[in-house]
């Protein structure tokens, strides 16, 4: 993992088989580096029961027809 990624606020590192995705503040992101910016971060507070159908969609939905694009990311609790 990049020592860039770590730090206060939200961080979000996953990895797959040949890919490793990091959500992060842009101000930490070395400007070399192939990233999405400009992005906001919306927080669902929990924590959320893995039981609850729809809540996903019951957010973006709206954001979809206003045509909002959608990454989302998940905790355990939320």
Do not use: K, Y
């Not at 990895?15 to 400007?31: F, K, M, T």
């Not at 971060?41 to 694009?69: K, M, N, R, W, Y």
């Amino acid at each position: 993992m990049p020592a860039w990624a770590d730090g206060s606020g939200f961080v979000s590192i996953t990895r797959r088989q040949g890919e490793l995705s990091i959500v992060c503040a842009d101000e930490r992101v070395p400007a070399e580096v192939r990233a999405e910016r400009g992005w906001r971060a919306l927080e669902v507070e929990g924590p959320i029961d893995f039981e609850v159908v729809g809540l996903l969609h019951g957010l973006t939905g709206p954001l979809a027809q206003a045509g909002i694009s959608v990454f989302a990311v998940a905790t355990f609790d939320t």
